[in-house]
């Protein structure tokens, strides 16, 4: 199974970043082959809107069906949970990627269940 985490960085060193669609990178982790991937998201950093949709298109184009994030708007949390993925809060914590999968793996992050970041209109 592959693990997303939003970061602000491209390895598993990286901090969480809490923004799901305004990222700059995912950092996947790939259970199965223990690998990691990093994939660049800079192109939503300024968006004027649509962030979330297509931060959302790229990251289950990566096969990810996991994702590790602070907030989520409606839009994206759409096209994620259609997609079939998962989300997960880091709350208010400030995590490595890699602190972040451990957490997860432990059971100690709670599943995001409904979008809990509002839209900001330009």
């Not at 297509?54 to 990251?59: H, T």
């Not at 259609?82 to 793996?105: M, R």
Request: hydrophobic share 40%; with cysteine; aromatic share 6%.
């Amino acid at each position: 199974m592959k693990i997303a985490v939003t970061a602000h960085g491209q390895d598993q060193n990286a901090t969480v970043d809490s923004r799901f669609g305004r990222a700059a990178y995912f950092v996947v982790y790939d259970q199965t082959a223990g690998s990691w991937s990093c994939h660049d998201n800079t192109q939503n950093l300024e968006a004027a809107h649509g962030a979330g949709i297509q931060a959302a298109q790229n990251l289950i184009k990566t096969g990810a069906k996991i994702l590790i994030t602070g907030n989520v708007g409606p839009k994206a949390f759409k096209v994620l949970s259609t997609g079939g993925v998962k989300i997960y809060s880091i709350g208010n914590a400030s995590p490595t990627v890699g602190e972040a999968i451990k957490l997860f793996n432990a059971g100690e992050l709670p599943e995001i269940a409904a979008p809990n970041a509002l839209e900001i209109k330009k």
